[in-house]
């Protein structure tokens, strides 16, 4: 393992999970099973590095399973929505970051799945601790790569296509794995899109403000059992990225502005149509 100057440093790592508490990832496990590992693999981790120093949070996004009693009996902090329903991964990051980044030096988030390994986040917790302020993943051949190759296809196309128009400067804006300055991470996340778009949302603003990102290869393992629906969230992420652009224009000309009101419609339209499948 890399070495870490982590003296008298905080982190918390952020497990946004939806459904978790019920979700099989392998073939013969038990429901949960995969949620308590990755729980119990990056806790592990942090206190290896930090002691009590760090923790691992789970955002609870409105599970209607035993998400929350999973997380809380595996001895973990977990924070949920006011109104305790489903809002998406960007508006549960977008709380955990504004709740508690004023209480480390570094915070992140990853995938509640356990996708990205602990070795991964040593690698870009070592990057904030060394003076930037952020520090993302990314998923592609060489030193890091997909796990699966079709997704790696779609994954690519909608990159490059939601790049057009919300360009973020870096691979790949919607790995799930990020950690973050304390001091920005709550900037950044202001205002997100409630759903995929948050993460593109965050580093685009990176970009605008000129902060400091560097990027980390990372090999993921997929797990089965995903909430993602690949049609209606790519949807919604194209839309979204559609407003990102209009919001970040500086005095779009009118008709500019007619163009995009209209793409960002044909897509709700869309994702309508997908969700009454």
């Known amino acids: 393992m890399n070495t ?7 982190a918390i790592l952020l497990l946004p999970a939806y459904n978790e508490g019920s979700r099989i990832g392998q073939p013969g496990e038990q429901p ?11 806790q592990t981790g942090l206190d290896s590095d930090f002691g009590s120093a760090a923790e691992v949070v789970v955002i609870n996004d ?30 549960a990051l977008t709380n955990g970051f504004s709740a508690l980044s004023s209480q480390t030096e570094a915070i992140g988030y990853t995938d509640a ?4 390994d602990y070795e991964t986040q040593r690698q870009l917790m070592a990057e904030i601790f060394e003076g930037s302020d952020a520090a993302v993943a990314f998923r ?3 030193e890091g790569q997909h796990a699966n190759f079709l997704r790696k296809i779609a994954h690519t196309a909608l990159n490059r296509t939601c790049s057009l128009v919300a360009p973020t400067g870096i691979k790949d804006p919607q790995a799930g794995a990020k950690w973050f300055n304390g001091d920005v991470a709550a900037d950044l996340w202001q205002d997100a899109p409630e759903g995929w778009a948050a993460d ?10 000129g902060l400091i990102v560097r990027e980390v290869g990372a090999l993921i393992v997929s797990a089965e059992g995903s909430s993602v629906d690949d049609v209606k969230d790519a949807l919604i992420m194209m839309r979204d990225s ?3 652009n209009l919001q970040n224009a500086k005095n779009p000309s009118a ?15 869309a994702v309508d149509i997908v969700k009454r499948r």
């Open 4 to 10: 870490l100057d982590i003296t008298n440093s905080q």
């Open 32 to 42: 949960g099973d995969t949620f308590k590992r990755a729980i119990d693999h990056y």
């Open 62 to 91: 409105g599970s209607t399973d035993n998400t929350k009693e999973v997380a809380t009996n595996m001895g973990v902090r977990v924070l949920e929505h006011a109104d305790g329903l489903n809002h998406g991964r960007g508006a």
């Open 113 to 116: 799945d356990g996708s990205y």
């Open 140 to 142: 592609a051949s060489g």
């Open 200 to 209: 593109r949302y965050a580093m685009n603003r990176a970009l605008r403000h």
């Open 242 to 244: 559609l407003v990102i």
């Open 255 to 269: 008709i500019r502005q007619s163009a995009t009101n209209t793409a960002i419609s044909s897509f709700d339209r």
